[in-house]
């Protein structure tokens, strides 16, 4: 595995050679028991056995197809987010949520809009 130093540099990322595979988080969670069981099984020292699982965890985002090599999320083009639009649509869808919900009343307490702030935060005042 190349994220543990092997020389095999075909795939120059984990996710390049992971993200044909669809991975899960239950099938990683498999692969890091049967890694840690394999060093265990060889004797090898605690702390060789700690830093290699911390290689491995680091993989995970990678691994799972939800990072790609340079620490940039992967966006699946059949995702619910790809399929309305993106960062820009869930804006917009945002912003319309926000007006109305900033007409409600919630037992006799007014919900008001604190702002776009990016934070998506709201206040209550009472009336």
Request: with cysteine; charged share 20%.
């Amino acid at each position: 595995m190349h994220a543990c130093g092997s020389p095999d540099v075909s795939k120059t990322t984990v996710y390049e050679s992971c993200k044909d595979l669809n991975l899960q988080n239950e099938q990683f969670a498999a692969v890091q028991e049967h890694f840690t069981a394999t060093l265990q099984a060889l004797k090898l020292p605690l702390p060789v056995i700690s830093e290699a699982e911390g290689v491995l965890a680091g993989a995970k985002k990678q691994a799972l197809g939800l990072e790609d090599g340079s620490g940039k999320p992967v966006v699946n083009p059949n995702s619910v987010y790809s399929r309305i639009g993106g960062e820009e649509a869930i804006d917009s869808c945002v912003e319309i949520l926000y007006g109305k919900v900033s007409a409600w009343k919630i037992d006799g307490v007014a919900v008001h809009r604190t702002g776009w702030s990016g934070n998506h935060e709201l206040l209550t005042e009472t009336t």
